[in-house]
């Protein structure tokens, strides 16, 4: 007998106010095979945050290496079918993981998206921004080679997908998201689900506004890796 699909959701932590609202949202799915595991990349601050989910969550501790190296172990660590990306300062809808996996299933997909919302560091909605998708995966990919079109906490994946194309490039700090969906439509395209099932934090401390340069700089190596790659 095939049992329950679990889907496991995967939140890199490193010295975030927000972590608690992150793992509540997470915690709190409708959904109820969800598996939660937090990944300590070498924080020094807001730990204490943590504590009280510690009996309902995996938490893992590591040295800080960045976002690529936590998200790697927490799929190392994970037991579910499915992979979801949440930002510690992000947040699920309470329906997102049961909406997505189902819309997955539905059109028999290894890889998804989803529309979201801004919110600001208070939790107040500022944004809903539109979001871009093409059902050809070749004119997708062609697009996605220009702009990165896939927020990561929006993401769900089947493990499968790790075992086919290898893990996030732990040498890429800030665009390793970036590349790593390049490199899943070279073989999967990704479904869109068209319903805003994750509120985007956008803060001061966060890392593509602290580090834009270092971002657009690695995104450029991205861009430069695949530019002459098609799929047509």
Not at 129 to 141: Q, V
Not at 168 to 196: G, I, K, M, N
């Amino acid at each position: 007998m095939v049992g329950p699909v679990t889907v496991s959701v995967v939140i890199p932590f490193y010295n975030c106010p927000y972590v608690d609202q992150a793992i509540e949202s997470a915690l709190g799915q409708t959904y109820p095979y969800v598996e939660v595991i937090v990944v300590n990349d070498g924080s020094h601050q807001y730990k204490e945050k943590i504590v009280p989910y510690m009996p309902r969550i995996r938490y893992v501790e590591k040295a800080n290496g960045g976002t690529a190296t936590a998200l790697n172990m927490g799929i190392r660590y994970a037991s579910g079918q499915y992979f979801a990306w949440l930002s510690a300062d992000d947040v699920f809808d309470r329906e997102k993981i049961a909406k997505q996996l189902q819309w997955m299933q539905q059109h028999r997909a290894l890889a998804s998206f989803t529309a979201y919302r801004l919110i600001d560091a208070n939790g107040r909605v500022i944004g809903q921004p539109s979001s871009f998708w093409l059902a050809d995966r070749a004119r997708f990919f062609e697009h996605m080679k220009q702009h990165c079109l896939i927020n990561g906490s929006t993401v769900m994946l089947h493990m499968d997908i790790f075992r086919q194309v290898g893990l996030f490039d732990e040498s890429l700090r800030y665009a390793h998201d970036y590349e790593f969906w390049l490199r899943v439509l070279l073989y999967h395209h990704f479904q869109f689900v068209p319903e805003r099932l994750l509120s985007y934090r956008v803060h001061e401390q966060m890392g593509t506004v602290r580090h834009t340069q270092h971002v657009l700089a690695e995104a450029a190596l991205v861009q430069a890796k695949y530019r002459h790659i098609s799929l047509r």
